[in-house]
């Protein structure tokens, strides 16, 4: 069974930094897996951050978190890594993981993705 879970979010100042860990029992298909963080303010849609072509190890970033947001993974371990430096009070949200299977591609649109953790939140204050 696929299971997601999130660790790492807390409350920063701005300028800050977080690292966020997405622990994976297992990936959904044999190859072309895609692991990707998305995050969720109440009352605004989800938005995509970044994903991760787990075979390629490709990253995608949204246009938001680029240069400041890393997405990894350490070889031989199924955890996926978000870093997330120069904090804004924008980046305030819940944080999710999310997996998808016998990917074409790892888009940042969270219709495509079958599997979610339960989030973790990240706050950011002055």
């Known amino acids: 069974q696929v299971r997601l879970m999130e660790i790492g979010g807390d409350q920063v100042h701005i300028g800050g930094s977080l690292r966020l860990s997405c622990a994976i029992s297992?990936?959904?298909?044999?190859?072309?897996?895609?692991v990707a963080w998305f995050r969720e303010v109440p009352g605004r849609r989800r938005e995509g951050v970044a994903s991760?072509?787990?075979?390629?190890?490709?990253?995608l970033y949204a246009n938001s978190v680029k240069g400041r947001f890393t997405i990894s993974q350490n070889n031989g371990d199924t955890t996926v890594y978000l870093q997330m430096n120069q904090l804004r009070p924008e980046d305030s949200a819940r944080y999710y993981c999310?997996?998808?299977?016998?990917?074409?591609?790892?888009?940042?649109?969270?219709?495509?993705?079958?599997?979610w953790g339960q989030g973790t939140q990240v706050t950011v204050s002055s």
């Open positions: 999310a997996a998808l299977g016998a990917a074409g591609s790892c888009p940042l649109t969270w219709r495509n993705y079958d599997f």
């Open positions: 297992r990936y959904p298909d044999r190859r072309r897996n895609c």
């Open positions: 991760l072509d787990i075979d390629d190890q490709v990253p």
